[in-house]
């Protein structure tokens, strides 16, 4: 259907015809509120008839009725647009808006590629995988290539299109956390292939929609990370992964036309969308991504000046305010900019630092030398806006133990700006693949993205009080009086006797007005309890709701909530294990160094013997950041290996972080290699060799 307007006049046209046409006593005035369409109301009339009778009048006549057409519905998302068009615009419309008679043609041999790729390395759709996900559709019955096949009875089976019993037996078990297990399975059985292929190396995510999930083989040892899906026939998996396909394919098709400014509004299709984020393919959502960030690139970068000294020796004195570190230095030269400066193009730098006092020249390494040094200092007691998760506490217990969380504490009007400042980092490292070296929870990251924040994610960052809550929960379900791990008799004994809690900095918060005057008794314990689950689970609102707004400066915060809270972090964060396969598929090596050089495939070696932490300081000391893209495409400098000036056992490598390579001497055997290499990067932290240092006064405290 579509609706032309013509100052007074409105046409329908249904399958490119006109159908119904009127004329309005008044100018259409459009909005955004849900409107009912029906029979016309009073002040509309048919072209050429007389006008509406009044409210009050008898039923039209039948002739007359005959001619008031309208369409009952509801239509909740509408927006009108209203441009004056010549009869040949009409026509045009009309003409691109003609179905056409051809059987889904439009979707054979589908392929998403990224723009660079060789067409010649595509992995498309298969006409048969098309034709099975048009028949699964229509409800059409599909073979599926089942591992038993090799008996008779089952080669029968396929032959004729049946579908194994088994599989629907299985089919109602399904929840939404097998399907987050299905797609992370299909999604390393993708990386695989694309891996052997050679595909992963030329910069493309893995491909989910182009997966033959029919016939993919799904080994043993994939399903072991995957405890859910135990005991699922592998025909069972394929099949409910090629539905999800089928739901991307139909996505893909309407992605463009969707408001996701609506997202929050539960009555839109935006919302509906966000609510399936976890199904849709990254590949798909990345479309309508990146086509927002090109659109809305206008930054053109800022020059800011830094002095290291500074925030070292505020650091000695043991200043924990943070108005000298590295981080407040940037706040205050970048903060107050316009955040359009800030929004650049992919692989482009917001800002070129001028380190006080040292003799390097930002070619993108001492840029990235300064992120990686703020995120430093943010998780660290020099910075006052995150504290250690509680569950890092005395000795450790629980998960994330490695994470920091908002200071509940820091509320005041310069923190909530500072946390304004921490999105908009955020945005820059999501528009320039400038990955953040930051360990936040989910408690964070699900605001970010529209999600609600649980009771799951209290307890990912504080089980110690979430068992106390979920023991509160079972002494007011059970109204125990002497049984349970809390009950009428040692209720006063486990719980606070005041309307207080204890807040994830180890400080005591407030649960009500007064509440530490407030007695909490048994009789009370229910109100206790849902005021203390609220609490809970908004302790860090305010600093998250300022990242958010901060973030919302940067990227397009309507179409976060396509996204899981786990693709956002790992847009903002990258890699947190560094995989030297991975690291490896992007890299050069410059003339004359091989690929194939003893001394290359040593460093490979020792790169696979160090741990996390040193395999973060080696990134670290070569390219001035901790974390690697998450996907391929976003390596704007592929890592380089050089030859070296001096090639013996006793001399150390030398990083160009600006250029994210490396002279790596031509070592004799793999013990010197991880002796000087592990000596570099452990005791070289300065940026110093462009040429000579400036005279800085090391002692100025403005």
């Not at 966000?274 to 479309?287: M, Q, R």
């Not at 290359?600 to 670290?620: G, I, S, T």
């Not at 250029?659 to 055997?669: A, G, I, M, W």
């Amino acid at each position: 259907v579509a609706v032309v307007c013509r100052g007074h006049a409105i046409e329908i046209f249904i399958d490119g015809k006109l159908d119904f046409k009127s004329n309005l006593q008044r100018a259409m005035v459009g909005n955004v509120d849900p409107i009912m369409l029906g029979r016309p109301t009073p002040g509309f009339r048919a072209a050429g008839m007389p006008p509406s009778r009044p409210a009050a009048a008898a039923t039209p006549s039948s002739d007359e009725s005959s001619q008031l057409q309208s369409v009952e519905a509801v239509v909740k998302d509408v927006r009108w647009y209203v441009r004056d068009l010549s009869e040949d615009g009409v026509k045009a419309i009309m003409e691109e808006c003609k179905p056409n008679n051809r059987k889904r043609s439009s979707q054979k041999n589908f392929t998403l590629q990224s723009p660079d790729e060789d067409t010649k390395s595509r992995n498309m759709i298969s006409e048969g995988h098309m034709d099975a996900i048009d028949a699964l559709c229509t409800g059409r019955r599909v073979a599926i290539e089942s591992e038993s096949s090799s008996s008779s009875s089952s080669s029968s089976n396929a032959r004729r299109g049946d579908v194994d019993p088994i599989i629907w037996k299985h089919w109602h078990q399904w929840t939404p956390k097998m399907d987050v297990q299905v797609m992370r399975l299909f999604t390393e059985i993708a990386e695989q292939r694309q891996k052997a292929m050679g595909v992963f190396k030329r910069g493309s995510l893995p491909s989910l929609i182009n997966l033959p999930a029919r016939t993919v083989d799904i080994a043993d040892k994939l399903l072991r990370p995957y405890p859910l899906l135990k005991g699922i026939p592998r025909d069972c998996l394929r099949m409910r992964f090629l539905f999800i396909q089928i739901l991307n394919v139909r996505i893909l098709s309407v992605l463009p036309m969707v408001d996701f400014s609506q997202a929050l509004s539960p009555w839109s299709l935006a919302h509906r969308l966000s609510a399936l984020s976890h199904l849709i393919f990254l590949e798909i959502k990345n479309i309508a991504w990146t086509h927002i960030l090109q659109q809305t690139a206008t930054g053109r970068g800022h020059f800011v000046n830094i002095n290291l000294p500074r925030a070292k020796k505020a650091q000695e004195r043991g200043d924990t305010s943070g108005r000298k570190s590295v981080f407040f230095q940037l706040y205050l030269q970048l903060h107050f900019v316009k955040p359009s400066l800030l929004r650049v193009d992919a692989g482009s730098r917001p800002w070129v630092v001028s380190y006080a006092g040292f003799g390097g020249q930002d070619a993108g390494g001492l840029f990235r030398d300064s992120v990686s040094t703020l995120c430093t200092e943010l998780q660290s007691k020099w910075v006052p806006l995150f504290i250690p998760v509680p569950n890092s506490k005395d000795g450790g217990v629980g998960d994330n133990q490695e994470k920091f969380l908002p200071n509940p504490s820091s509320r005041s009007t310069l923190h909530i700006s500072n946390y304004a400042f921490v999105g908009k980092l955020m945005g820059i490292a999501v528009r320039g693949s400038h990955m953040l070296n930051l360990d936040l929870p989910s408690l964070v990251w699900k605001p970010l993205v529209g999600d609600t924040v649980t009771m799951n994610d209290v307890k990912a960052v504080d089980v110690i009080a979430h068992g106390r809550i979920e023991s509160l929960v079972k002494a007011v379900a059970t109204n125990a009086t002497t049984t349970g791990s809390i009950n009428k008799e040692n209720y006063m004994d486990l719980v606070p006797n005041k309307f207080i809690m204890m807040g994830y900095d180890g400080k005591e918060v407030e649960l009500k007005d007064d509440g530490k005057n407030l007695e909490n008794t048994w009789e009370t314990r229910e109100e206790y309890l849902s005021l203390l689950k609220q609490a809970k689970l908004a302790e860090v609102r305010p600093q998250a709701q300022a990242i958010r707004k901060g973030l919302g400066t940067i990227v397009p915060i309507q179409l976060l909530p396509l996204f899981t809270w786990q693709e956002l972090e790992m847009m903002v964060c990258g890699k947190r294990e560094i995989d030297v396969d991975y690291l490896r598929a992007n890299t050069r090596y410059r003339a004359p160094v091989k690929g194939s050089d003893p001394h290359v495939k040593m460093l490979w070696e020792v790169l696979e013997d160090f741990n996390h932490e040193e395999r973060r300081l080696f990134l670290r000391f070569v390219w001035g950041q901790s974390r690697l893209p998450y996907n391929p495409a976003d390596f704007t400098q592929k890592f380089e290996i050089l030859s070296s000036r001096d090639n013996n056992d006793g001399a150390l490598p030398v990083s160009h972080t600006c250029f994210f390579s490396v002279e790596l001497p031509r070592y004799t055997n793999k013990a010197s290699m991880r002796e000087k290499i592990l000596y570099a990067i452990t005791n070289c932290h300065s940026i110093d060799t462009d040429h000579a240092a400036q005279n800085v006064d090391w002692d100025d405290e403005s």
